[in-house]
């Protein structure tokens, strides 16, 4: 069994920044992918930002310059930094893995942007 963890998410002001954490455990033999998929309500699940194995990364065009995914293979951890924040940013925030074939999900956390 895998597990994902996300903490790191809340309520912050528009032009703000938060943090969103992501901890993979249990049966995992390697990552390939690791990313972020947000989704607000009444709308369909949106990729935001995602990160390969080697470091490569592709952003969603709304969020380039403003959110930054990272890594840590050794951990098998992914965060997303996110600054600027916007209204349109609010969404659930799902941490995502791609294993040997097998995708995984987080449970969600909320991030919530006051104008």
């Known amino acids: 069994q895998v597990q994902l963890v996300e903490s790191g998410g809340g309520l912050v002001q528009a032009g703000g920044s938060l943090r969103l954490s992501c901890a993979a455990s249990?049966?995992?033999?390697?990552?390939?992918?690791m990313g972020w998929y947000r989704q607000a309500p009444g709308k369909q699940r949106e990729l935001v930002a995602i990160?390969?194995?080697?470091?490569?990364?592709n952003y969603r065009e709304s969020v380039k310059g403003r959110f930054t995914i990272s890594r840590d293979n050794a951990k098998n951890t992914v965060a997303l930094q996110m600054n600027s924040l916007k209204a349109e940013d609010k969404a659930v925030y799902y941490c995502?893995?791609?294993?040997?074939?097998?995708?995984?999900w987080g449970q969600g956390t909320q991030v919530t942007v006051s104008s």
């Open positions: 995502w893995i791609v294993t040997t074939g097998v995708q995984y």
């Open positions: 249990g049966n995992i033999f390697s990552i390939n992918a």
């Open positions: 990160i390969t194995s080697d470091q490569s990364t």
